[in-house]
């Protein structure tokens, strides 16, 4: 869970929405991770709970896959959600 709640306006959600379309092709792993992260955070704080678990997913394969510390706390965060087991990151 994070711990302030992030509220995007429409203009901020379309510019996340471009640079994560950027970041995919660019193939920039650190980039998604934090640009999936702020997705979820600002769909957490706005309640939509399935939205940020989803959007945690991307940002805790992309962590994964990039290598990066940040994965321990996506899982955690997906943990507390019961949308994934805890693992030893």
């Known amino acids: 869970m994070t711990a302030a709640p992030v ?3 429409p203009e901020e959600v379309a510019a996340l929405n471009a640079a994560l ?3 995919h092709a660019r193939h920039d792993l650190e980039t998604l991770v ?3 992260a702020l997705a979820a ?3 957490e704080g706005a309640g939509d709970i399935d939205a940020a678990c989803f959007f ?3 940002a805790f394969v992309f962590a994964l ?5 940040r994965a321990a706390e996506l899982n955690r965060r997906l943990v507390a959600y019961g949308r994934a087991w805890p693992l030893d990151l």
């Not at 896959?65 to 510390?69: H, L, S, Y």
């Open 41 to 43: 955070d600002s769909q």
């Open 21 to 23: 379309l950027a970041a």
């Open 65 to 69: 896959e990039a290598g990066v510390a």
């Open 7 to 9: 509220t995007l306006t």
């Open 34 to 36: 934090d640009l999936y």
């Open 56 to 58: 945690l997913t991307q």
